[in-house]
T-cell receptor, first 117, second 114 residues
Framework: EPEVTQTPSHQVTQMGQEVILRCVPI?????FYWYRQILGQKVEFLVS????????KSEIFDDQFSVERPDGSNFTLKIRSTKLEDSAMYFC???????????????FGQGTRLTVV | AQTVTQSQPEMSVQEAETVTLSCTYD???????LFWYKQPPSRQMILVIR??????QNATENRFSVNFQKAAKSFSLKISDSQLGDTAMYFC???????????FGAGTTVTVRA
């Protein structure tokens, strides 16, 4: 069964450093998302990406964040200068769109746990 | 903006018993989708069940079923014959049909006791 793959599974970084979180969505999917979950808290929307551009971003997604789909398969989230409060689980999700037979569903990667020290 | 409310932070249930998790949402959208996700200690997000708003029939997936009340904007999850492997955090989620963005509730931690 196709799946969304995220790397690394765990990243520890120094405050102020840049990090890139990587995701490989399911190949025929058209919509891509990043979500964040601070430990024990709710899952928060960061950004959505469709047709090679950002379609929506949340207040969390400030100038320190960026996304790219550099080669048509990978989908990356970059945090330019990490802060302690960026420590969280980051989930990538992809979605094909709506299908008359199967409806719709977002497929999640297993997450990247980011720890900023 | 859509808001999703899960009013039960924690629930405990005896193995083989039934537990019901509540979820309400607020939206002005007419067409949307609703989901329940399970997050075990591994923190993987696992889809449990989904419901299209235009369908009146409540969705069922094995031991999991929902009670969807569109007018009341309520979407509760019933877990029947609870198993130890059901122990997890459960998130209710709302998806707009226009952009498929998910909005999550705060989650309910379910503990199944042996």
């Amino acid at each position: 069964e196709p799946e969304v793959t995220q790397t690394p599974s765990h990243q520890v970084t120094q405050m102020g450093q840049e990090v890139i979180l990587r995701c490989v969505p399911i190949s025929n999917h058209l919509y891509f998302y990043w979500y964040r979950q601070i430990l024990g808290q709710k899952v928060e929307f960061l950004v959505s990406f469709y047709n090679n551009e950002i379609s929506e971003k949340s207040e969390i997604f400030d100038d320190q964040f960026s996304v790219e789909r550099p080669d048509g398969s990978n989908f990356t989230l970059k945090i330019r200068s990490t802060k302690l409060e960026d420590s969280a689980m980051y989930f990538c999700a992809s979605l094909r769109g709506w299908d008359t037979l199967t409806g719709t569903e977002a497929f999640f990667g297993q997450g990247t746990r980011l720890t900023v020290v | 903006a859509q808001t999703v409310t899960q009013s039960q932070p924690e629930m405990s249930v005896q193995e083989a018993e039934t537990v019901t998790l509540s979820c309400t949402y607020d939206t002005s959208e007419s067409n949307y989708y609703l989901f329940w996700y399970k997050q075990p200690p591994s923190r993987q997000m696992i889809l449990v069940i989904r419901q299209e708003a235009y369908k009146q029939q409540n969705a069922t997936e094995n031991r999991f079923s929902v009670n969807f009340q569109k007018a009341a904007k309520s979407f509760s999850l019933k877990i029947s014959d609870s198993q130890l492997g059901d122990t997890a955090m459960y998130f209710c989620a709302f998806m707009k049909s226009s952009d498929y963005k998910l909005s999550f509730g705060a989650g309910t931690t379910v503990t199944v006791r042996a």
